[in-house]
Protein backbone atom coordinates (compact mmCIF):
# COMPACT_ATOMS: atom_id res chain seq x y z
CA UNK A 1 0.00 0.00 0.00
CA UNK A 2 3.00 2.15 0.64
CA UNK A 3 3.78 1.86 -2.92
CA UNK A 4 0.44 2.82 -4.33
CA UNK A 5 0.80 5.90 -2.27
CA UNK A 6 4.03 7.17 -3.62
CA UNK A 7 2.37 6.02 -7.32
CA UNK A 8 -0.67 8.13 -6.59
CA UNK A 9 0.90 10.92 -4.64
CA UNK A 10 4.03 11.43 -8.31
CA UNK A 11 0.88 11.32 -10.21
CA UNK A 12 -0.64 14.51 -8.79
CA UNK A 13 3.23 16.13 -8.80
CA UNK A 14 3.04 15.65 -12.87
CA UNK A 15 -0.69 16.78 -13.06
CA UNK A 16 0.29 20.16 -11.25
CA UNK A 17 3.70 20.14 -13.36
CA UNK A 18 1.34 19.89 -16.76
CA UNK A 19 -0.84 22.02 -15.73
CA UNK A 20 1.74 24.84 -14.76
CA UNK A 21 3.78 24.56 -18.18
CA UNK A 22 0.56 25.22 -20.51
CA UNK A 23 -0.23 28.84 -18.58
CA UNK A 24 0.65 31.70 -20.49
CA UNK A 25 3.74 33.48 -19.97
CA UNK A 26 3.61 37.29 -19.39
CA UNK A 27 4.46 39.25 -22.58
CA UNK A 28 7.60 40.91 -22.58
CA UNK A 29 7.32 45.07 -22.27
CA UNK A 30 7.74 46.33 -26.46
CA UNK A 31 9.14 49.50 -25.46
CA UNK A 32 12.63 49.43 -23.77
CA UNK A 33 13.57 51.16 -20.63
CA UNK A 34 14.16 54.97 -21.62
CA UNK A 35 18.08 55.70 -20.86
CA UNK A 36 19.26 59.10 -19.67
CA UNK A 37 22.17 59.95 -21.23
CA UNK A 38 24.42 63.09 -19.98
CA UNK A 39 23.62 66.36 -20.27
CA UNK A 40 25.12 68.15 -23.15
CA UNK A 41 24.94 71.85 -24.27
CA UNK A 42 22.16 72.91 -26.04
CA UNK A 43 23.03 73.99 -29.79
CA UNK A 44 21.43 77.70 -30.47
CA UNK A 45 22.02 76.60 -34.24
CA UNK A 46 18.67 75.95 -35.87
CA UNK A 47 18.14 72.20 -37.40
CA UNK A 48 16.45 71.26 -39.96
CA UNK A 49 13.46 68.64 -38.77
CA UNK A 50 13.59 66.85 -42.56
CA UNK A 51 16.53 65.67 -41.76
CA UNK A 52 14.99 62.44 -39.27
CA UNK A 53 12.96 59.85 -40.22
CA UNK A 54 10.05 60.14 -39.01
CA UNK A 55 9.15 57.24 -35.97
CA UNK A 56 7.03 53.97 -36.33
CA UNK A 57 3.63 54.59 -34.86
CA UNK A 58 3.36 52.67 -31.38
CA UNK A 59 0.28 50.46 -32.86
CA UNK A 60 2.60 49.11 -35.31
CA UNK A 61 5.05 48.09 -32.43
CA UNK A 62 2.65 46.77 -30.38
CA UNK A 63 0.92 44.83 -33.54
CA UNK A 64 4.71 43.23 -34.37
CA UNK A 65 4.49 41.91 -30.86
CA UNK A 66 1.81 40.44 -30.64
CA UNK A 67 2.52 38.99 -33.41
CA UNK A 68 5.80 37.29 -32.34
CA UNK A 69 3.44 36.01 -29.45
CA UNK A 70 1.43 33.92 -31.88
CA UNK A 71 3.24 30.76 -32.76
CA UNK A 72 3.54 30.14 -29.05
CA UNK A 73 -0.13 28.69 -28.41
CA UNK A 74 0.03 25.43 -30.66
CA UNK A 75 3.01 24.25 -29.63
CA UNK A 76 1.98 24.70 -25.44
CA UNK A 77 -1.52 22.84 -26.44
CA UNK A 78 -0.03 19.83 -27.98
CA UNK A 79 2.32 19.77 -25.18
CA UNK A 80 -0.94 19.43 -23.04
CA UNK A 81 -2.14 17.03 -24.89
CA UNK A 82 0.49 14.71 -24.57
CA UNK A 83 0.71 15.40 -20.87
CA UNK A 84 -2.52 14.15 -20.43
CA UNK A 85 -2.29 11.14 -22.30
CA UNK A 86 0.47 9.90 -20.29
CA UNK A 87 -1.46 11.09 -17.14
CA UNK A 88 -4.26 9.02 -18.08
CA UNK A 89 -1.42 6.04 -18.97
CA UNK A 90 -0.29 6.00 -15.28
CA UNK A 91 -3.54 6.36 -13.50
CA UNK A 92 -4.95 3.18 -15.73
CA UNK A 93 -1.53 1.20 -14.76
CA UNK A 94 -2.59 2.59 -11.10
CA UNK A 95 -5.47 1.05 -11.32
CA UNK A 96 -4.64 -2.25 -12.41
CA UNK A 97 -1.54 -2.06 -9.92
CA UNK A 98 -4.38 -1.38 -6.99
CA UNK A 99 -7.12 -4.21 -8.41
CA UNK A 100 -3.65 -7.12 -8.08
CA UNK A 101 -2.67 -5.79 -5.18
CA UNK A 102 -6.14 -5.79 -3.67
CA UNK A 103 -6.81 -9.54 -5.19
CA UNK A 104 -3.63 -10.94 -3.66
CA UNK A 105 -4.99 -9.42 -0.68
CA UNK A 106 -8.09 -11.39 -1.04
CA UNK A 107 -6.36 -14.84 -1.86
CA UNK A 108 -4.04 -14.04 1.06
CA UNK A 109 -7.15 -13.52 3.28
CA UNK A 110 -8.76 -16.79 2.13
CA UNK A 111 -6.16 -19.03 2.02
CA UNK A 112 -5.21 -17.89 5.59
CA UNK A 113 -9.14 -18.29 6.56
CA UNK A 114 -9.14 -21.74 5.01
CA UNK A 115 -6.28 -22.84 6.63
CA UNK A 116 -8.05 -21.62 10.59
CA UNK A 117 -11.11 -23.45 9.50
CA UNK A 118 -9.61 -26.63 8.55
CA UNK A 119 -6.91 -26.14 12.06
CA UNK A 120 -10.24 -25.53 14.00
CA UNK A 121 -11.91 -28.33 12.19
CA UNK A 122 -9.07 -31.00 12.71
CA UNK A 123 -9.15 -29.81 16.68
CA UNK A 124 -12.67 -30.52 16.82
CA UNK A 125 -12.74 -33.83 15.38
CA UNK A 126 -9.30 -34.73 17.27
CA UNK A 127 -11.20 -33.68 20.69
CA UNK A 128 -14.07 -36.24 19.82
CA UNK A 129 -12.10 -38.85 18.85
CA UNK A 130 -10.14 -38.72 22.02
CA UNK A 131 -14.09 -38.57 23.73
CA UNK A 132 -15.00 -41.45 22.11
CA UNK A 133 -12.05 -43.64 22.67
CA UNK A 134 -12.61 -42.50 26.31
CA UNK A 135 -15.98 -43.57 26.72
CA UNK A 136 -15.32 -47.00 24.62
CA UNK A 137 -11.99 -48.06 27.32
CA UNK A 138 -14.83 -46.37 30.18
CA UNK A 139 -17.67 -49.16 29.00
CA UNK A 140 -14.96 -51.75 27.85
CA UNK A 141 -13.73 -51.58 31.74
CA UNK A 142 -17.41 -51.75 32.42
CA UNK A 143 -18.32 -54.72 30.77
CA UNK A 144 -15.06 -56.47 31.74
CA UNK A 145 -16.25 -55.47 35.25
CA UNK A 146 -19.88 -57.01 34.93
CA UNK A 147 -18.34 -59.92 33.45
CA UNK A 148 -16.28 -60.63 36.59
CA UNK A 149 -18.95 -59.98 38.22
CA UNK A 150 -20.65 -62.49 35.91
CA UNK A 151 -18.75 -64.92 36.61
CA UNK A 152 -18.20 -65.12 40.37
CA UNK A 153 -22.15 -64.55 40.78
CA UNK A 154 -22.16 -68.24 38.32
CA UNK A 155 -19.66 -69.67 40.45
CA UNK A 156 -21.71 -68.44 43.46
CA UNK A 157 -24.53 -70.07 41.79
CA UNK A 158 -22.71 -73.31 41.36
CA UNK A 159 -21.57 -73.42 44.46
CA UNK A 160 -25.07 -73.40 45.66
CA UNK A 161 -26.60 -75.72 43.73
CA UNK A 162 -23.89 -78.07 44.16
CA UNK A 163 -25.05 -77.78 47.95
CA UNK A 164 -28.55 -78.70 46.98
CA UNK A 165 -27.71 -81.80 45.03
CA UNK A 166 -25.71 -82.47 48.29
CA UNK A 167 -28.58 -82.67 50.07
CA UNK A 168 -31.27 -84.03 47.51
CA UNK A 169 -28.87 -86.99 48.15
CA UNK A 170 -28.73 -86.93 51.65
CA UNK A 171 -32.48 -87.60 51.29
CA UNK A 172 -32.30 -90.95 49.50
CA UNK A 173 -30.54 -92.18 52.81
CA UNK A 174 -33.78 -90.92 54.95
CA UNK A 175 -35.98 -93.87 53.67
CA UNK A 176 -33.17 -96.13 54.48
CA UNK A 177 -34.19 -96.59 58.54
CA UNK A 178 -37.26 -97.63 58.04
CA UNK A 179 -38.82 -97.05 61.48
CA UNK A 180 -37.34 -93.34 61.08
CA UNK A 181 -39.53 -93.15 58.17
CA UNK A 182 -42.35 -94.47 58.74
CA UNK A 183 -42.46 -91.71 61.68
CA UNK A 184 -42.27 -89.12 58.94
CA UNK A 185 -44.53 -90.21 57.12
CA UNK A 186 -46.94 -89.75 59.70
CA UNK A 187 -45.86 -86.48 60.36
CA UNK A 188 -46.07 -85.84 56.43
CA UNK A 189 -49.81 -86.97 56.63
CA UNK A 190 -50.41 -85.13 59.85
CA UNK A 191 -49.37 -81.94 58.55
CA UNK A 192 -51.18 -82.50 55.28
CA UNK A 193 -54.45 -83.37 56.80
CA UNK A 194 -54.14 -79.75 58.64
CA UNK A 195 -53.60 -77.98 55.71
CA UNK A 196 -56.31 -79.07 54.18
CA UNK A 197 -58.79 -79.38 56.91
CA UNK A 198 -61.03 -82.00 54.46
CA UNK A 199 -63.30 -84.14 55.32
CA UNK A 200 -61.83 -86.66 52.48
CA UNK A 201 -58.67 -86.65 51.36
CA UNK A 202 -56.96 -88.79 48.79
CA UNK A 203 -53.75 -89.78 49.08
CA UNK A 204 -50.57 -90.62 47.24
CA UNK A 205 -47.11 -92.31 47.75
CA UNK A 206 -44.26 -94.23 46.07
CA UNK A 207 -45.17 -97.73 45.40
CA UNK A 208 -42.21 -99.09 47.76
CA UNK A 209 -44.10 -96.39 50.57
CA UNK A 210 -47.63 -98.09 50.36
CA UNK A 211 -46.93 -100.40 53.11
CA UNK A 212 -45.35 -97.97 55.70
CA UNK A 213 -48.17 -95.45 54.55
CA UNK A 214 -50.99 -97.98 55.36
CA UNK A 215 -49.52 -98.53 58.83
CA UNK A 216 -49.50 -95.50 60.20
CA UNK A 217 -52.93 -93.99 58.78
CA UNK A 218 -55.09 -94.96 61.78
CA UNK A 219 -52.34 -92.96 64.14
CA UNK A 220 -52.09 -89.83 61.82
CA UNK A 221 -56.26 -90.22 61.72
CA UNK A 222 -56.26 -89.86 65.34
CA UNK A 223 -53.60 -86.92 65.95
CA UNK A 224 -54.84 -85.24 63.18
CA UNK A 225 -58.59 -85.55 65.03
CA UNK A 226 -57.37 -84.70 68.72
CA UNK A 227 -55.04 -81.38 66.94
CA UNK A 228 -58.01 -80.43 64.71
CA UNK A 229 -60.74 -81.06 67.55
CA UNK A 230 -62.76 -82.63 64.21
CA UNK A 231 -64.19 -86.20 63.30
CA UNK A 232 -61.05 -88.14 61.84
CA UNK A 233 -61.19 -87.81 57.95
CA UNK A 234 -61.63 -90.15 55.30
CA UNK A 235 -58.18 -91.11 53.94
CA UNK A 236 -58.32 -92.99 50.43
CA UNK A 237 -54.88 -94.19 49.05
CA UNK A 238 -54.24 -93.94 45.63
CA UNK A 239 -53.32 -97.71 44.67
CA UNK A 240 -53.84 -96.85 40.85
CA UNK A 241 -51.26 -93.90 40.58
CA UNK A 242 -48.15 -93.99 42.72
CA UNK A 243 -45.36 -91.39 43.18
CA UNK A 244 -41.96 -91.77 41.02
CA UNK A 245 -40.05 -93.95 42.94
CA UNK A 246 -36.58 -93.27 44.76
CA UNK A 247 -33.99 -91.34 41.92
CA UNK A 248 -31.31 -94.20 40.83
CA UNK A 249 -29.84 -91.99 38.45
CA UNK A 250 -30.04 -88.61 40.32
CA UNK A 251 -33.17 -87.82 38.08
CA UNK A 252 -34.43 -84.19 39.16
CA UNK A 253 -37.86 -85.88 37.97
CA UNK A 254 -37.86 -88.07 40.72
CA UNK A 255 -39.28 -88.30 44.25
CA UNK A 256 -36.93 -89.12 47.31
CA UNK A 257 -39.93 -90.19 49.47
CA UNK A 258 -43.06 -88.20 51.52
CA UNK A 259 -47.13 -88.16 50.70
CA UNK A 260 -49.22 -85.70 48.15
CA UNK A 261 -52.69 -85.06 49.65
CA UNK A 262 -55.87 -83.36 47.67
CA UNK A 263 -59.37 -83.12 48.26
CA UNK A 264 -61.99 -85.42 46.33
CA UNK A 265 -62.43 -83.21 43.66
CA UNK A 266 -58.81 -82.65 43.08
CA UNK A 267 -59.17 -78.39 43.01
CA UNK A 268 -56.59 -78.24 46.83
CA UNK A 269 -53.46 -79.72 46.17
CA UNK A 270 -50.81 -80.39 49.15
CA UNK A 271 -47.71 -81.71 48.27
CA UNK A 272 -45.30 -82.79 51.24
CA UNK A 273 -42.88 -84.67 49.66
CA UNK A 274 -39.29 -84.42 50.97
CA UNK A 275 -37.74 -83.07 47.81
CA UNK A 276 -41.12 -80.41 47.86
CA UNK A 277 -39.66 -79.28 51.41
CA UNK A 278 -36.24 -79.10 50.59
CA UNK A 279 -36.78 -76.72 47.70
CA UNK A 280 -39.49 -74.39 49.89
CA UNK A 281 -36.38 -74.58 53.08
CA UNK A 282 -33.63 -74.23 50.62
CA UNK A 283 -35.09 -71.53 49.36
CA UNK A 284 -36.23 -69.47 52.43
CA UNK A 285 -32.79 -70.16 53.41
CA UNK A 286 -31.04 -69.26 50.84
CA UNK A 287 -30.25 -65.44 52.23
CA UNK A 288 -28.71 -67.22 55.14
CA UNK A 289 -26.78 -69.42 53.02
CA UNK A 290 -24.52 -67.39 50.56
CA UNK A 291 -24.38 -64.76 53.89
CA UNK A 292 -22.20 -67.56 55.59
CA UNK A 293 -20.71 -69.01 52.23
CA UNK A 294 -19.46 -65.63 50.62
CA UNK A 295 -20.11 -62.77 54.02
CA UNK A 296 -22.73 -61.05 52.63
CA UNK A 297 -26.70 -61.23 52.69
CA UNK A 298 -28.13 -62.15 48.92
CA UNK A 299 -31.64 -61.24 48.69
Known amino acids: MDRVHGMIAYAADRVAATKGSTLPRPARPLTSPTTTSPSLPLSTTPVDSSLFSPPLPRAVVVVAGEQQQQPRGPSGSAAAKMNDADVAKQI ?11 EEKASEISVSAEEEFNIEKLQLVEAEKKKIRQE ?29 EDATKQLLRVSHNHHEYKNLLKELVVQGLLRLKEPAVLLRCRKEDHHHVESVLHSAKHEYGSKAEVHHPEILVDHDVYLPSSPSSHDSHEISGGVVLASRDGKIVCENTLDARLEVVFRKKLPEIRKLLFGQAMA
Open 92 to 102: QQMVRFIRQEA
Open 136 to 164: YERKEKQVELNASRIKVLQAQDDLVNSMK
